[in-house]
């Protein structure tokens, strides 16, 4: 069974700190990675998609993406209040059209 | 206007009644699936379709019987409705497969609370 696991916090940030957020995946052979962000009661959204190894930046969002380790990570710079939310890690699962989601981590920034 | 919207939004009900979600996105995109988010926010992957024919169907009770009209609407139908179906349930769309075109867009879900 294909799995993604996230810690799922809470991670409490200060405001304009750094936050950095870890998922790992099992499947070796994944190509595909996603982060969602969802906020209370609302839908998933999607914020970041990274295909290669290495960096990945947007903004104040950095995805990373180690193969070799099997992780990915988000890190949002300069974080703000508006970020707390739930952040999703999603993986390409084995068939086609389907991802494999991981629990998700709570994050809360701090004021 | 609304990308991917699904009604109900927030859907009461009491155990055993035979309720209907519906769904409709103008994206123009050709793949729709359902989604179950439990209290823990696990999302997990119920039923997918592509343009009309179903591609994927997870292990789920066969009280839930996904129809897709057209390409544009998937539909979701629960027979004898259970406490433990006591869900969100998101309806999703992607322009042929997601992990390469980058992902879903959501609806913004039903809230189904089940007495």
């Known amino acids: 069974q294909k799995e993604v696991e996230q810690n799922s916090g809470p991670l409490s940030v200060p405001e304009g700190a750094i936050a950095s957020l870890n998922c790992t995946y099992s499947?070796?052979?994944?190509?595909?990675f996603f982060w969602y962000r969802q906020y209370s009661g609302k839908s998933p959204e999607l914020i970041m998609s990274?295909?290669s190894n290495g960096d990945k930046e947007d903004g104040r969002f950095t995805a990373q993406l180690n193969k070799a380790s099997q992780y990915v990570s988000l890190l949002i710079r300069d974080s703000q209040p508006s970020d707390s939310a739930t952040y999703l890690c999603a993986v390409k699962g084995d068939s086609n059209y389907q991802l494999i989601w991981g629990a998700g981590t709570k994050l809360i920034i701090k004021p | 206007d609304t990308a991917v919207s699904q009604t109900p939004k927030y859907l009461v009900t009491q155990m055993g009644n035979d309720k209907s979600i519906k769904c409709e996105q103008n994206l123009g995109h050709d793949t729709m699936y359902w989604y179950k988010q439990d209290s823990k926010k696990f999302l997990k992957i119920m039923f997918s379709y592509n343009n009309k024919e179903l591609i994927i169907n997870e292990t789920v009770p066969n009280r839930f019987s996904p129809k897709s009209p057209d390409k544009a609407h998937l539909n979701l139908h629960i027979n004898s409705l259970e406490l433990g179906d006591s869900a969100v349930y998101f309806c999703?769309?992607?322009?042929?497969?997601?992990?390469?075109?980058?992902?879903?867009?959501f609806g913004s879900g039903t809230r189904l609370t089940v007495v």
């Open positions: 999703a769309s992607s322009q042929a497969q997601p992990e390469i075109t980058g992902g879903y867009t």
């Open positions: 499947d070796r052979g994944s190509q595909s």
């Open positions: 990274i295909y």
